[in-house]
């Protein structure tokens, strides 16, 4: 069945750095699109970066400069490197696999 696994999630100090990884399995990753998103406490999930099967990229503003989604066909891994992490990036990041299908989430929490 079809599974993508997020890590890599933790506390940080505003100005830190973090880099998330989502393996997938269960399809055929080199053929999706595949993006991160984020959901704040009380808040909607938003669209945070994407990138295409032929590797072109996206971001929503807010994280444009700092951070950078990449990706390997060949380990059927998405990654997103944060740099310069602000306590507004608080949230449950989510790895997403074209539109179908969906992460558990992993935390991440910039706090001082």
């Known amino acids: 069945q079809v599974q993508l696994v997020e890590s890599g999630g933790g506390v940080v100090q505003p100005g830190g750095s973090l880099r998330l990884s989502c393996v997938g399995s269960?399809?055929?990753?080199?053929?999706?699109?595949m993006s991160w998103y984020r959901q704040a406490p009380g808040k909607e999930r938003e669209f945070v970066a994407i990138i295409g099967v032929g590797g072109d990229t996206n971001y929503r503003g807010s994280v444009k400069g700092r951070f950078t989604i990449s990706r390997d066909n060949a380990k059927n891994q998405v990654y997103l490197q944060m740099n310069s992490l602000k306590i507004d990036d608080t949230a449950v990041y989510f790895c997403?696999?074209?539109?179908?299908?969906w992460g558990q989430g992993t935390q991440v929490t910039v706090s001082s």
């Open positions: 997403r696999a074209g539109h179908d299908y």
């Open positions: 269960g399809f055929t990753f080199s053929a999706y699109f």
